[in-house]
């Protein structure tokens, strides 16, 4: 347990003095000083000043049983005090991961008979190159070793994570992407569509896929990665004549594809996975986040049969692996919390119940004099900050980018009880799955108000 007497400016300090953040500016934030949350329940958390928030990222697209799951931390205690650890190395393993990899080849599509555990999901990416460059060369074709992603996508933060992700101001640290990694443009209509219906620019979009392995070499090319929505990138939804397109592509040319599940698995998209509401058929499936609704770090990739076969029919061993693949204490916990989401039936009522009405708030939002185009796909939603709607395709006028309005916003979101993320001027959510029809319309109240109070403050700047 922490120290329970410290205030909040003792904790700022503390936090400036010794804890450097992930993806942020230290010295900014030391100035600033953290915003320190301390308690979480349902879809709310507290922070030590004693303010509420509407959660509506769920931590950081994971926490989507929400907060207080008390069925997750039993499984926890059970699990650490019969066994914290062992390992699954060296012909062993324990009963929750057996069980895990059991309940696992159940929830995920039927090709999935088998599964890879790792600690994230940057780890899990990691095992998808590993694997499919393993595939190949026992296929007798180790000349197949590029991997094809997008730009602005979002595939973890460890050299092969940030390689196969396409954000370039990743790569402009560190000397990436690593080699044998090539990237397409992303399915954006509102970026790159101008002109076209969604249904047309989808196509195009998955044209890229079909340019890009001719001029690569399609005997060259081993695998075509892409999250069935982005998350990080803006939740943004592709027109559904992209991934149907994507399929027919990976098909004819014999590449793998993979779906990365991080933030689309577990219900998410009002389905059990993301590529389920696409419509394709992945070789390997990359998941994280929602498997233990973040509870406790577990991670791990979903190998269909096509790959499964031949690692261990003509693989031998395997050289990869991580000390905490198959974690007893994590694959339990991840148990109770597949089960959980069973007996709630989180999953239907994301597709049937909060999903739906999520959809028609966000479409209703449309109304606002700053909102341009909205999307929203299961549990994640999107809209788009503009100066001016002109126009009648919801592209509307953009702001400068260098006023970053968006991050205008989300201070007025956190300042009035709302965890709201801005990708540029794009304002995002995905809230927990536990989440009812009536917190849905406290949801949208609230994002109704702060965009009010971000027009008047803009008003007042005379940025509008
Ligand atoms: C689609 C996707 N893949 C991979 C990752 C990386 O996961 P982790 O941060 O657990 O390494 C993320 C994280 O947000 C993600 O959204």
């Not at 230290?26 to 953290?34: E, M, R, V, W």
């Not at 939603?381 to 309005?405: H, I, S, Y």
């Not at 979101?413 to 709201?420: H, I, P, R, T, Y």
Request: proline content about 5%.
């Amino acid at each position: 347990m922490t120290t329970t007497t410290r205030t909040t400016a003792d904790w700022q300090a503390l936090d400036a003095a010794h804890f450097l953040h992930p993806f942020t500016d230290f010295q900014a934030l030391a100035k600033k000083g953290s915003r320190i949350i301390e308690r979480g329940e349902n879809v709310y958390l507290w922070d030590t000043d004693g303010h509420r928030l509407f959660d509506a990222m769920s931590g950081l697209w994971c926490v989507n049983v929400g907060y207080g799951q008390q069925a997750l931390i039993d499984a926890a205690t059970a699990q650490m005090t019969k066994l914290p650890f062992y390992n699954s190395f060296f012909q062993t393993t324990t009963p929750p991961a057996v069980e895990l990899a059991e309940l696992l080849a159940e929830v995920t599509p039927p090709q999935f008979k088998h599964v890879f555990f790792a600690g994230s999901g940057s780890e899990g990416n990691d095992t998808v190159i590993r694997m499919v460059r393993r595939y190949w060369d026992l296929k007798g074709q180790p000349e197949r070793q590029v991997i094809l992603s997008r730009w602005n996508g979002y595939h973890g933060s460890t050299m092969a994570g940030a390689s196969l992700g396409g954000m370039k101001y990743m790569h402009a640290q560190g000397g990436l992407p690593i080699p044998g990694i090539d990237h397409i443009d992303q399915p954006h209509w509102l970026e790159h569509g101008a002109g076209m219906t969604r249904d047309e620019f989808g196509l195009k979009a998955a044209g890229w896929l079909e340019q890009k392995i001719l001029e690569v070499g399609p005997d060259k090319v081993a695998a075509f990665i892409g999250e069935p929505v982005q998350g990080a990138g803006g939740v943004i939804v592709p027109p559904a004549t992209y991934w149907p397109e994507i399929q027919r592509i990976c098909d004819q040319y014999g590449i793998l594809l993979v779906s990365d599940e991080v933030i689309t698995g577990f219900g998410r998209t009002g389905n059990w996975f993301g590529c389920e509401t696409m419509g394709t058929r992945p070789d390997l499936m990359t998941f994280a986040k929602g498997v233990t609704s973040g509870y406790v770090p577990l991670g791990g990739v979903m190998v269909g049969e096509r790959v499964a076969k031949v690692l261990i029919e003509q693989g031998g061993e395997f050289e990869h692996g991580y000390t905490y693949s198959g974690h007893p204490v994590a694959c339990a916990v991840a148990l109770a919390n597949i089960r959980l989401m069973r007996e709630q039936r989180l999953v239907e009522r994301v597709r049937d119940e909060t999903g739906p009405r999520l959809a028609a708030v966000f479409e209703s939002l449309r109304d606002h004099p700053l909102v341009g185009e909205t999307q929203s796909c299961g549990l994640m939603a999107a809209l788009q900050l503009v100066r001016a709607k002109d126009g009648t395709d919801g592209r509307g006028t953009p702001f400068d980018p260098a006023l970053e309005v968006g991050m205008v916003c989300r201070g007025h979101c956190f300042g009035n009880g709302l965890v709201m993320r801005a990708v540029g001027d794009r304002m995002i959510i995905a809230p927990p799955l536990v989440m009812t029809v009536e917190q849905v319309d406290e949801l949208a109240g609230l994002i109704r108000l702060c965009l009010d109070l971000t027009l008047a403050d803009l008003q007042a700047r005379g940025w509008v």
